[in-house]
């Protein structure tokens, strides 16, 4: 175990600020990511056809390592929560929050899963009530609609977000406690010792770029394809990969502007501009929809959700389903592993000060009951129109980013919501990307916590490229795939990075039972002719032991 004789924080943000850029970390991922998009200009049917291909090999073969890892993570920031490690501080020991409760929710929510939420609200109930996970009940009834409600849940909620805490608690606690740059490669020195500081520390941040840029994009590409369909319903503006490009181009020069601008200015004010609008949008949706109908399906899918969380959790497809699994549990468990650095160092960075107790029942807990929230009044509503006699899956046939709006149609004031709809997308898309973008950079530089903006903005244009160029090779189907197979390597550096945190844990003493207050314990045993005196400091990362001294 290491330690240091400065604060965390002294320790932190003096030493990251000052490193330049890693040119060996740049230029590998930035290699690779320009090879991929040659690849995808120059045979963009080839570049399907091989990554389909080594999806299918990806699945068959691993696909219950996703499972047993998403899994493993949510037990595991279970035990940390409330085991004694809780009351750690990430940061100094006297050292308190930098950003607001509410505000500190809703930039990791904006970041987190914005868009995906907006794509899949009325998308996925719709399309589990249609065709039922792994045939567990008959389609379009009354219990695949309980199932599909499960599913949604188990998707969105505890999984994603035990995944972020995991990586986020490790990348906030090796940098804000033991003073390291906050970089996935730092997480391993426990593990790897010196050797992050080389090549292969390196090669683990390269990972993590990599896996963020595809994750990213794929995001990008959700939210350009709806408001595609957004601006078609309202404008008649054609449906077509050629116009998603177009989109994907005005809004990458959008968040870039932001990201250069500072997390403070730009990442935090869009966030909660983003949760505003999605209270207001929501609030709207409760009241004109069956609002009685929305709060007993909030009651009962919370309740199925919890119940069903264990067989869910594990059901690999050994027995049949795996296809479905494929294209919907793995795919979003694939999804969310390749978010982890950029949402894992972004909470991380925006976390400094808290306990882990506090940081991961925040991280899990508060996005989750807005998930809830979220689809039982998107879902809900979509489920009782459909159980009522609307035929919504002639909308989900045209393509899963037209659901919401074939919703909104059945409510007043469409163009109002849809208009609604379509900016919170926006905003949705600019603050994941702008930290997405911010994260790359930090990868890129060290962990330095204030990048070069010819870096971010480096990143932010390529995040917007491999999304187009995904979207023209082949629509969601190649977003979907090259998220799959990006994470799949990254899954293996995330495993090390959580077992490399549990061992630097456990060389950590007892914390006090109030973290925040400095205190000083003496003990005083009389002796003859000698008093010996124990006297422990109060040092600011609490792993200095006491020690004795005598006195006559």
């Not at 050994?318 to 982890?340: D, E, H, K, N, R």
């Not at 807005?370 to 998107?378: A, E, H, K």
């Not at 911010?438 to 990143?459: N, Q």
Request: charge should be neutral; include cysteine.
């Amino acid at each position: 175990m290491t330690s240091t004789t400065e604060t965390p924080k002294a320790a932190g943000n003096v030493r990251a600020a000052q490193l330049p850029v890693d040119r060996i970390v740049l230029a590998s991922a930035a290699a690779f990511s320009i090879a991929f998009l040659l690849w995808g200009i120059l045979d963009n049917k080839g570049l399907a056809k091989v990554s389909g291909t080594a999806l299918d090999w990806v699945i068959s073969s691993f696909g219950w390592l996703f499972v047993l890892a998403s899994a493993s993570f949510v037990i595991l920031a279970a035990v940390l929560a409330f085991s004694r490690y809780g009351r750690i501080r990430l940061g100094a020991d006297d050292e308190r929050p930098e950003f607001s409760t509410i505000s500190w929710v809703t930039m990791m929510f904006s970041a987190g899963m914005g868009i995906g939420l907006m794509f899949y609200g009325v998308a996925e109930p719709l399309s589990h009530m249609a065709e039922p996970p792994m045939g567990l009940a008959k389609p379009n009834t009354q219990e695949s609609a309980q199932v599909a409600m499960q599913y949604a849940f188990f998707h969105w909620a505890f999984h994603p977000w035990a995944m972020y805490a995991v990586v986020g608690l490790a990348l906030a606690y090796f940098s804000f406690r033991h003073g390291k740059a906050t970089l996935l490669s730092s997480t391993f020195f426990p593990l790897l010792g010196k050797r992050t500081e080389g090549n292969t520390g390196r090669a683990i941040d390269s990972f993590a770029i990599i896996a963020t840029l595809f994750g990213s994009a794929t995001s990008l590409g959700l939210g350009a394809l709806q408001i595609n369909s957004g601006l078609n319903d309202l404008y008649s503006v054609p449906r077509s990969k050629t116009i998603a490009v177009i989109i994907i181009a005005v809004l990458t020069v959008c968040f870039i502007l932001s990201a250069v601008s500072g997390i403070g200015r730009g990442v935090e004010f869009l966030s909660n501009t983003n949760m505003v609008l999605a209270v207001v949008l929501l609030f709207f949706l409760f009241v004109v929809g069956p609002t009685v109908f929305i709060l007993s399906n909030f009651t009962e899918s919370v309740g199925d959700y919890l119940w069903q969380l264990a067989p869910m959790s594990f059901r690999s497809g050994a027995f049949g389903g795996q296809s479905w699994l494929s294209g919907w549990t793995i795919f979003y468990w694939a999804w969310w592993m390749s978010w982890t650095p950029f949402v894992g160092a972004f909470i991380a960075r925006i976390s400094r000060g808290r306990t882990i107790r506090e940081f991961v029942l925040g991280v899990i807990l508060a996005p989750s009951l807005v998930t809830f929230v979220w689809f039982s009044i998107l879902g809900g509503i979509s489920i009782h129109l459909q159980l009522g006699g609307v035929n919504l899956e002639k909308a989900l046939a045209k393509g899963q980013d037209t659901a919401l709006f074939a919703v909104l149609h059945q409510y007043p004031w469409f163009s109002v919501t849809a208009f609604l709809v379509i900016m919170l997308v926006a905003f949705f898309f600019v603050s994941g990307a702008d930290a997405a973008s911010l994260v790359m950079a930090m990868l890129s530089s060290r962990g330095s916590t204030e990048p070069k903006k010819p870096v971010t903005v480096f990143w932010g244009v390529m995040t917007g490229a491999v999304a187009g160029i995904l979207l023209l090779a082949g629509g969601l189907e190649a977003l979907q795939t090259l998220c799959i197979l990006a994470a799949f390597p990254f899954m293996f550096v995330m495993i090390g990075a959580a077992v490399s945190l549990v061992k630097e844990l456990r060389n950590e003493p007892d914390p006090a039972p109030h973290p925040g207050r400095r205190r000083q314990e003496v003990a005083v045993l009389v002796t003859e002719p000698v008093t010996e005196v124990l006297v422990e400091a109060p040092v600011p990362n609490g792993h200095v032991p006491a020690q004795p001294t005598s006195a006559r």
